[in-house]
């Protein structure tokens, strides 16, 4: 089903192609360099932000799964 | 049953569902049309593990019946929009909104909108208020709502750090976003170089003006792995998550800058307190607060506090303290007194006045301390006027009014040049006057080691 009530742009649609290339090289390349500097004892802490993920475990979802 | 009629202004373009006031309630309806999606959310732990993580806002279910089901959310006190956001109010919200993507993309969904309205700040945090914002992810299908997201959060932040925090404002002018070939437009060449700017700008500028006309649905959209839908999403958060104001100026001086020394600082801290306590505030509103040093020392006594600033750098560093100190009751946001937020988008209702929203928020007490100086000197604005302007929402109002002997006011007077004579009118004799068409006097009284005055106003009409 799709409720679309607004129009997404078809370039936007197609350029997301490119984008996710670009993003995964970065990304790689980004995750290499962490290897790298904690390889080498040079990683420090993140600024204070919360990371992208989702903190999941203390759902009730989980606790269920223990019971 | 609950009346539905009362649908709310903002809320008529997603064909799921809408909200509406029930007497002074805010509810949802959903629609059949969206009821696999919303049972599916529910069932699955969706909702409740996004609500546990404070990113969406909480729902009751009301009602249930095979037309409609009614869902009343938790009460938000105060809506603030994009354009009254400071940068990294503005950065926040657009970090939720790719975190709130990213899980739903997990769990099979997506968001179907990205529009930074479903974004405001509530208990010191951001929180993503559309409900029903998400929608079934199709195998392979791009992120629909991917340009939104460029439009209502990359752009204005990308701009904002080239060009100043005041570019948010645009999103007042620009209700679904700023256009992405305007944000080319305006981005300086080197941004071509930047690995992100250029796809996620500068392409889709170029790619969306190239098939803007022949759109007939010839085109075949080609397909998009969940892989790398979510590398988009992760590196444009790693992306804003670096962003910072490039101007960022040295703020936290201001109060070193006042023209009174330390005992008057507390003198004027211990006034305050003492006149707002009798008064027993649920809803206290700070005008042209700054940080909000001196909204602080009552937050404990008050249920909500707002505090706005012209300057988005003052209204930033407050939003950085709630955010350390997890201050649940304390709202930043950047406000223009003298060009207060107009009500915006179809039929200048989808997104109240800053006037309208004040009046309905209804604050027990207004502060407005070294303001009016600014509002009468720099923005020429009659003492009857601006009197006018606090009485449309305030009860009780305490207000400061540094006489012309305060080295402030003198600086500003001086800047008037031949004009200063034009402003004699600037004492205490008028203030007082103009003011006393809408406010009775309750109490004044002067600052110890200060050249003002701190008055007690009560609104003569408020409530009836």
């Known amino acids: ?67 | 049953m609950t009346k539905t009629n009362n649908i709310h202004e903002a809320s008529f373009r997603d064909p799921s569902g809408f909200m509406f006031h029930d007497g002074d309630t805010l509810r949802r309806v959903i629609k059949p049309i969206y009821f696999p999606q919303y049972k599916k959310l529910s069932e699955s732990g969706i909702f409740k593990t996004l609500i546990k993580n404070g990113l969406l806002i909480s729902h009751q279910e009301t009602s249930v019946s095979e037309e409609k089901i009614v869902i009343t959310p938790e009460k938000i006190p105060f809506i603030t929009n994009p354009y009254e956001w400071g940068f990294e109010q503005y950065k926040q919200a657009a970090l939720l909104t790719l975190k709130i993507q990213k899980y739903a993309l997990s769990k099979g969904f997506i968001l179907k909108d990205a529009s930074a309205y479903n974004v405001t700040f509530h208990k010191g945090k951001p929180i993503f208020i559309d409900t029903l914002s998400f929608d079934f992810y199709e195998e392979g299908t791009p992120w629909r709502a991917y340009k939104q997201f460029i439009t209502h959060f990359l752009g204005p932040l990308v701009l904002a750090k080239y060009h100043g925090n005041e570019v948010f404002n645009m999103m007042q002018s620009f209700i679904d976003g700023i256009p992405v070939k305007m944000i080319a437009s305006m981005l300086p060449r080197r941004s071509k170089l930047s690995s992100v700017l250029y796809p996620n700008i500068h392409l889709l500028a170029k790619m969306e003006s190239k098939h803007n006309d022949d759109y007939k649905g010839e085109t075949k959209i080609s397909k998009l792995s969940k892989k790398a839908q979510n590398n988009i999403i992760s590196s444009l958060y790693n992306y804003i998550q670096k962003l910072s104001l490039k101007e960022e100026s040295e703020w936290g001086e201001y109060y070193s800058k006042t023209n009174y020394n330390k005992d008057a600082f507390e003198t004027k801290k211990n006034l305050i307190r003492e006149w707002v306590t009798p008064l027993n505030p649920e809803k206290l509103i700070d005008i042209g607060g700054n940080d909000g040093t001196f909204a602080r020392t009552v937050q404990d006594i008050v249920q909500h506090v707002i505090v706005t600033d012209i300057d988005s750098n003052a209204v930033d560093y407050n939003f950085k303290q709630v955010l350390r100190n997890k201050e649940e009751n304390m709202l930043p946001f950047v406000c223009d007194v003298l060009q207060p937020a107009p009500g915006i988008g179809f039929n200048n209702t989808e997104r109240s006045s800053l006037i309208k929203r004040l009046q309905e928020y209804a604050p027990d007490v207004t502060m407005a301390l070294a303001l009016i100086h600014h509002i009468t000197l720099s923005g020429n604005v009659p003492f009857e006027k601006s009197a006018e302007f606090f009485a449309k929402f305030s009860n009780n109002l305490i207000i400061e009014f540094p006489t012309r002997a305060d080295s402030w006011v003198e600086s500003l007077l001086i800047r008037k040049r031949e004009f200063i004579n034009h402003f004699e009118f600037y004492n205490k004799t008028n203030f007082e006057n103009g003011y006393s068409t809408y406010f009775d006097l309750v109490k004044k009284e002067k600052v110890a080691g200060t050249k003002r005055i701190l008055y007690l106003f009560k609104n003569k009409t408020y409530g009836s």
């Open chain 1, 1 to 67: 089903m799709n409720f679309l009530y607004f129009d997404p742009g078809l370039g936007a649609m197609l350029v997301q192609a490119v984008v996710a290339v670009a993003a995964g090289v970065l990304l790689f390349s980004k995750n290499a360099m962490y290897k790298l500097k904690s390889f080498l004892g040079l990683t420090k802490d993140e600024d204070g932000y919360d990371s992208i993920d989702v903190d999941e475990e203390d759902t009730d979802e989980s606790n269920d799964k223990n019971e």
